[in-house]
């Protein structure tokens, strides 16, 4: 059974920080690329990070640029989200999804090419 799970989601500070997991299991995580994409009430919802299935290529959104950093252990089929200096803007919920594009393959944050998603984890950015 596949399964993707985040967590460490929560409150902090504006300029705080925060590490998301995403635990996977039931796919072998090397030939998939990850996702991060976040969702606020009444918004479509909106890509944030990506990496490849080999780890080499990732990608971010501008608004995330420099203060976010995607990686990976395939080992232990997790995948992470370093956020730094956060912003109120930044709260959403915040989902990992699976893309089948194989181990080299450059992701993309296109939420038609992921297979399997979350179920999310809540960030607010608030003082």
């Known amino acids: 059974q596949v399964q993707l799970v985040e967590s460490g989601g929560g409150l902090v500070q504006p300029g705080g920080s925060l590490r998301l997991s995403c635990a996977t299991s039931g796919f072998t995580l090397d030939y998939y690329a990850i996702g991060w994409f976040r969702q606020v009430p009444g918004k479509e919802r909106e890509g944030v990070s990506c990496i490849s299935g080999s780890g080499h290529s990732t990608y971010y959104a501008d608004s995330v640029k420099g203060r976010f950093t995607i990686s990976r252990d395939n080992a232990n089929d997790t995948v992470y989200l370093q956020m730094n200096a956060l912003k109120p803007e930044d709260t959403a919920v915040y989902y990992c999804?699976?893309?089948?594009?194989?181990?080299?393959?450059?992701?993309?944050?296109?939420?038609?090419?992921?297979?399997?998603w979350g179920q999310g984890t809540q960030v607010t950015v608030s003082s």
């Open positions: 999804a699976a893309d089948p594009a194989g181990l080299f393959r450059l992701c993309v944050l296109f939420t038609g090419r992921y297979k399997y």
